[in-house]
């Protein structure tokens, strides 16, 4: 079974910097786009950024464009996602999610199968 | 961008109901919708992909209907498992949530 593990989160401050990480138990973990989604306290789901299986091509939220970037290493079958210049707002839990179909199959759009636990990311002072 | 609007918010229910829910896209994406319920404190689980196919594993009692702008889930038969919170997503280009229904005990 494919699982999906967090970590990374903690307690920055406005400004700050964090680094999440998502490992994965899948050894065909390159086939797959991956994404981050979001969701903040008692709030819905958002989607935050997303990668192709071969690291070529990002795409990102307007809320976290130019603050947050995401890339993977196939060769640890894990996801990253770099955040700077923390706001109050991004506040919430980080989910890592994968995409359903294999990126040959559906390309990078793609509904999401598999989910981390999420990783907790609070910014305050 | 697309954006999604899910009714009802909340919803109350019996064992035993059959429920609806509706998502409304802002304009066509085909059939590239997926639902997926959430419990509290842990992570959505994939229901229904591509508006009407049923994910591995997910009882019969969820279908999913629907293309271009106008989708619903239903449940056939509320379970007990089954009060949780509902959200609808897009991806058609880009993913984009609804702002999620609640099915709670009535």
């Known amino acids: 079974e494919v699982q999906l593990v967090e970590s990374g989160g903690g307690l920055v401050q406005p400004g700050g910097s964090l680094r999440l990480s998502c490992a994965a138990s899948r050894f065909t973990f390159k086939n797959y786009a991956m994404s981050w989604v979001r969701q903040a306290p008692g709030k819905g789901l958002e989607w935050v950024s997303a990668?192709?299986?071969?690291?070529?091509?990002?795409y990102y939220a307007d809320s976290v464009k130019g603050r947050f970037t995401i890339s993977r290493d196939n060769s640890k079958n894990t996801l990253y996602l770099q955040m700077n210049s923390l706001r109050a707002e991004d506040t919430a839990v980080y989910y890592c999610a994968n995409d359903r179909d294999k990126e040959a199959v559906a390309g990078i759009w793609d509904a999401f199968d598999i989910w981390g636990q999420g990783t907790m990311v609070t910014v305050s002072s | 961008d697309i954006q999604m609007t899910q009714s009802p918010s909340t919803l109350s229910a019996s064992v035993g109901d059959r429920v609806t829910i509706t998502c409304r896209a802002s304009?066509?994406?085909?059939?590239?919708l997926a639902w997926y319920q959430q419990k509290p404190g842990k992570a959505p689980k994939l229901l229904i992909y591509?508006?009407?196919s049923l994910e591995s594993g997910v009882p019969s009692r969820f279908s999913g209907s629907g293309s271009g702008t106008e989708f619903t889930l239903t449940i056939s038969s509320l379970q007990p498992d089954d009060f949780a919170t509902y959200f609808c997503q897009q991806y058609n280009s880009y993913w984009t949530f609804g702002q999620g229904t609640k099915v709670e005990i009535k």
């Open positions: 304009q066509s994406i085909s059939s590239w």
């Open positions: 990668i192709s299986g071969s690291g070529g091509s990002t």
């Open positions: 591509k508006a009407s």
